[in-house]
């Protein structure tokens, strides 16, 4: 799925320059440490997997929910930190091209697919982005602190 590919391609160009640029961000990320990023990046990039999987097999209705959620969850990343932190911070926020090139444009068809073929409405598609939004917000910090403490230093 072309999901997979953009999250990982997006995933990747963060893990390499956002601990770096973190330290200079200011409002839009405090200051990271890589093998904190790294085993966050790992971990949502794992459940981007486990989505897609899981929707594979079951093709349920939650499944369904959860991968349009998550696709749409980085869709607004793309815009909210990356694009926007870009123009205000006028200097390049790492993740903001694969996010803008790929998860925007490859998101977007594929939620677009999923209400035309009636798999979810477009209130569905609005309430999934933002309740796997939440949840994969909320799972960032507790995903630094357990990288910070079972991975070595970097």
């Not at 899981?54 to 991968?67: A, P, S």
């Not at 569905?124 to 403490?149: C, D, N, Q, Y």
């Amino acid at each position: 799925m072309l999901f997979l590919f953009a999250i990982t391609l997006h995933n990747m160009e963060e893990a390499l320059w956002l601990p770096k640029w973190s330290e200079n961000a200011g409002k839009f990320q405090k200051k990271v440490k890589q093998n904190e990023f790294l085993f966050a990046v790992i971990v949502i990039t794992s459940m981007a997997y486990l989505t897609v999987f899981f929707h594979y097999v079951l093709g349920n209705m939650i499944t369904t929910i959860i991968l349009v959620g998550f696709l749409g969850a980085m869709v607004f990343n793309a815009i909210f930190p990356h694009l926007i932190a870009s123009i205000i911070l006028k200097q390049y926020a790492p993740g903001v091209v694969t996010g803008v090139l790929l998860h925007l444009p490859v998101n977007s068809y594929i939620i677009y697919h999923y209400v035309q073929a009636d798999k979810i409405s477009w209130v569905g598609v609005i309430l999934a982005t933002v309740f796997i939004g939440v949840i994969l917000l909320s799972m960032i910090p507790v995903l630094f602190r357990v990288g910070a403490k079972i991975l070595p230093k970097s």
